[in-house]
């Protein structure tokens, strides 16, 4: 088993990589699901880009499923985590139809950074996807694009989540562009 230094060595940083998360963002995730209870669960990634984030979530659930537009971006992210035998990647168009798996506990949403998309992601996984727990949504960019803080308090307001834990750099950090708030968020289902 990988340490998280290990893991990370591999990741480039935000820093290096403006379309990735910072290792302070995979860093918090990494301690908040490095539990026993999340190895036999299922992790669903709306958005792969590189599949950064997705190598780091392969260390900590049963089997990750990243949903990406663009085959490029997938083959990318194929050769990144090449080797890895627990992430499969699929090239789907998120905003055309159901999403394509039945079962899902974990989700990260980092698609679409529109307000309706994130919406749609959301209530997508909460609906649609079946699970034995009650599902929790990792978020990117929370403080960096206005229109996914909009959704996510939105959907905070009306009972669909629960914020648990803030994640990465937050306001008043030095980052790569200014933070109204933390980089990410985990939420759980209400």
Do not use: W
């Amino acid at each position: 088993m990988k340490t998280l230094t290990e893991i990370l060595s591999k990741i480039p940083d935000k820093f290096e990589c403006r379309n990735t998360t910072s290792q302070k963002f995979k860093s918090d995730l990494y301690e908040f699901f490095n539990q026993p209870e999340f190895k036999d669960r299922i992790c669903i990634e709306l958005g792969v880009y590189g599949g950064h984030s997705s190598y780091l979530l392969s260390h900590l659930f049963k089997q990750v499923i990243g949903f990406e537009i663009s085959q490029g971006r997938i083959n990318s992210a194929i050769k990144f985590v090449d080797g890895v035998n627990n992430i499969k990647f699929v090239c789907h168009d998120l905003y055309n139809g159901p999403l394509p798996v039945e079962r899902g506990d974990v989700f990260f949403i980092d698609a679409l950074h529109e307000y309706d998309a994130v919406i749609k992601d959301t209530l997508n996984c909460l609906n649609n996807v079946q699970s034995d727990y009650k599902k929790y949504i990792i978020y990117d960019d929370y403080g960096i694009c206005a229109p996914v803080k909009k959704a996510i308090n939105d959907l905070v307001s009306s009972d669909k989540i629960e914020i648990v834990k803030h994640i990465g750099y937050g306001p008043n950090q030095n980052f790569t562009s200014t933070l109204s708030d933390y980089e990410g968020v985990i939420c759980i289902q209400t």
